[in-house]
């Protein structure tokens, strides 16, 4: 007999993302079908090809702290929702591309920088030192896909007992080497981000954090705390097929989505709602969109994409995602996928145009990565 | 008494400083005898420390596009400057289709992976799992250290190389991690 682990839970979610500052905020504009795509005159004047992105226009910090401010300042919102005082021995999980990327930029420029207190690390310590925490941590550095992975290492220590509550998501602060990167490798769109539209061009780069209050169910009932939806289990795979492209069948992604429906004992029929990876790149869309036909068949669930709307925040990206799969679970709600007008016939993924009320018990979370990585997360609605 | 992890095998190597793109290939030289097994592909998770993944690419890419202009700039560099690109080149070279972890900052790193391997190997998501740390050298002077190990679950020892004594609670960890900083101790050629 398979003995279920015990539920894990979010007590508190904080978020700063292009659409808000907040995550009732984000809701809100989401819902509204708007996005946060605009034409940025400085990256313009700089000479970047793509100088349409979504970036936050009143977040101040100092350039080269700027991640550890946004993992900061999310950390915060979400701890008061959880309205919790922290246990010394809090885990700490967080997930990013590369770091302070303009610390990276500034010592290519030939400034002088110890880039050791610039990694994916500084983001955990930073948070570590300023809840005096010293309970497990992890700096997970999966790209795109990175925020998936920090929250399933969360989930996995508070399992395995090394942690009693963990706080977990992913940040990016905005990164012109990414947006070199990503141009240079053909995967930007010039104009918008259309997930799974015929027309699809490419992805838009955005930035952000999104920090989560993990903890035991009973744990956070004993205390009074209210959960706001359960984590039930985390898909990982690699496609270990090629450095930027995604396999094209999609096998790898379907493997992801897969064990995370294995390890969740539950079969692709209950699913009720895929945030999908969707970041508008023909290729990346393509596979999916195959990925999620193979595991579901011609009854596919209400399918839904976030990047139109805020971009693509890379490490931050499925973290920012996951607070809309919380939301969308507490309001019975899939927002509608800013971009997707003309479905693509060939990809046959129709995705939301509007926001769409209707039950929801399961959600699937996809976050896929350059270097073939994939990850699927599986949510549940909490009921007492 | 709880199932055990052991090393099945570990390899050390120092290699000539280069951008990660051109260390890659000695690296997996150097790593194909630990790469040999049997195990099931989505069965084999790869957990890769790095104080510095992605540092040199993100540096030259950035320094080049600077002199070339930004929409000019060599993307043969990319994805090379993102931290995890060295953890897929060994999952394409190894058939590595599980997890692909990349933790990068200090010698916690290193904790981290083995830590999440052990909770891996315990939880049966894998069922073999590779803890690499690499650092790359810096400059034209530094060397590249490379440690790896092959961990596995077993009920008993039986021949393995060395019994590491990670518990499911995490008890032995840092006994675990010492033995790996040692190992790339040893091999640190700076």
């Known amino acids: ?384 | 008494m709880g199932k055990l992890i052991v090393i099945e095998s570990s390899c050390t190597a120092t290699l000539p400083y280069a951008l990660e793109k051109d260390t890659m290939p000695g690296v997996g030289n150097t790593l194909e005898a630990l790469f040999a097994t049997q195990v099931e592909p989505d069965a084999r998770g790869l957990y890769l420390a790095s104080k510095n993944a992605g540092e040199l690419s993100a540096l030259r890419f950035w320094s080049d596009a600077q002199v070339s202009g930004v929409a000019l700039a060599n993307p043969e560099l990319f994805p090379w400057t993102l931290a995890n690109a060295p953890c897929g080149w060994l999952a394409r070279q190894f058939r590595v289709t599980g997890p692909n972890y990349t933790y990068t900052g200090s010698a916690k790193a290193l904790r981290e992976a083995l830590e999440q391997a052990s909770e891996d190997l315990h939880s049966g998501r894998v069922m073999t799992a590779w803890v690499i740390a690499i650092d790359f050298g810096k400059k034209p002077r530094h060397n590249t250290a490379l440690a790896a190990i092959r961990l596995s679950l077993r009920d008993q020892p039986g021949n393995a190389r060395q019994q590491l004594n990670i518990a499911e609670n995490g008890t032995g960890l840092l006994s675990a991690a010492a033995f790996l900083q040692q190992i790339i101790r040893d091999t640190e050629v700076l």
Not at chain 1, 120 to 136: D, H, I, N, Y
């Open chain 1, 1 to 384: 007999m398979k003995i279920s682990p015990e539920p894990i839970v979010v007590t508190g979610m904080g978020l700063l993302s292009p659409l808000g500052d907040s995550v009732s905020l984000l809701w809100q504009r989401l819902l509204a079908g708007e996005s946060a795509v605009c034409n940025w005159p400085d990256l313009q004047e700089e000479g970047y090809r793509v100088s349409k992105a979504c970036r936050l226009e009143n977040f101040a910090a100092p350039p080269l702290r700027r991640g550890r401010m946004l993992g900061f300042t999310a950390a915060l919102a979400a701890i008061r929702q959880a309205g919790l005082t922290l246990p010394p021995e809090t885990g700490v999980f967080i997930g990013s591309t590369l770091g302070e990327s303009r610390a990276f930029e500034q010592k290519a420029e030939g400034h002088r920088l110890n880039l050791a207190g610039y990694t994916v690390e500084s983001f955990t310590a930073f948070l570590r030192q300023k809840f005096k925490l010293s309970g497990p941590q992890r700096s997970i550095a999966t790209a795109c896909a990175a925020g998936n992975y920090a929250i399933g290492a969360a989930v996995s220590a508070l399992r395995s007992g090394r942690a009693s509550v963990a706080l977990a998501g992913g940040v990016e602060p905005f990164s012109r080497l990414a947006l070199v990167g990503f141009s240079r490798s053909r995967a930007m769109a010039t104009d918008r981000c259309q997930p799974f539209d015929q027309n699809r061009s490419g992805m838009l780069l955005g930035e952000g954090a999104a920090i989560f209050v993990l903890e035991k169910a009973n744990d956070a009932l004993r205390r009074g705390a209210r959960p706001l939806a359960e984590i039930v289990s985390l898909g990982l795979s690699c496609d270990a097929y090629h450095p930027t492209a995604p396999e094209p069948e999609g096998q790898g992604m379907a493997t992801a989505i897969r064990l995370a429906l294995e390890a969740g004992g539950i079969g692709p029929e209950v699913i009720d709602w895929v945030n999908a990876h969707g970041s508008g790149t023909r290729l990346s869309d393509s596979a999916e969109a195959k990925a999620m036909r193979y595991i579901f068949g011609e009854r596919l669930p209400a399918i839904s994409g976030s990047k139109g709307a805020i971009g693509h925040a890379l490490g931050a990206a499925s973290a920012l995602e996951l607070a809309i799969c919380v939301q969308g679970l507490l309001h019975q709600t899939v927002p509608p996928t800013a971009g997707h007008e003309q479905a693509d016939p060939e990809a046959g993924i129709i995705c939301t145009r509007d926001a769409r009320q209707q039950p929801i018990q399961y959600v699937l979370n996809n976050a896929f990565a350059f270097g073939g990585i994939n990850s699927s997360l599986l949510l549940r609605r909490w009921e007492n």
